[in-house]
């Protein structure tokens, strides 16, 4: 299984980020998908996750600002990121649950 994390960098307050998570060697349509953030210093928390049937959850700090979405037919989960804050700043990791997999993280930097 190999979960390959795209689109971080840096931004400023704000502003917006796509991330994008490929993911191979796993059926990937019915595989619950989420994203995960840690800050320095902090655990790794819960950002948002979908499932097989689009059915999505998120972390309350980022309701109304982040959403995930899935494309089956590219075996690829998204997260679009608006209204970005500086708290926001953390390492971004695609996870497939089932699978016990996860990606190797990509720097995400809110700051002017």
């Known amino acids: 299984v190999q979960l390959v994390e795209s689109g971080g960098g840096l931004v400023q307050p704000g502003g917006s980020l796509r991330l994008s998570c490929a993911a191979s060697?796993?059926?990937?349509?019915?595989?619950?998908m989420g994203w995960y953030r840690q800050a320095p210093g902090k655990e790794r928390e819960l950002v948002a996750h979908?499932?097989?049937?689009?059915?999505?959850n998120y972390a309350d700090s980022v309701k109304g600002r982040f959403t995930i979405s899935r494309d089956n037919a590219k075996n690829t989960v998204y997260l679009q990121m608006s209204s970005l804050e500086p708290e926001d700043t953390a390492v971004y990791y695609c996870?497939?649950?089932?699978?016990?997999?996860w990606g190797q993280g990509i720097q995400v930097t809110v700051s002017s």
């Open positions: 996870n497939a649950p089932m699978t016990g997999s």
């Open positions: 979908i499932d097989s049937i689009g059915i999505t």
């Open positions: 060697g796993i059926i990937f349509s019915i595989n619950r």
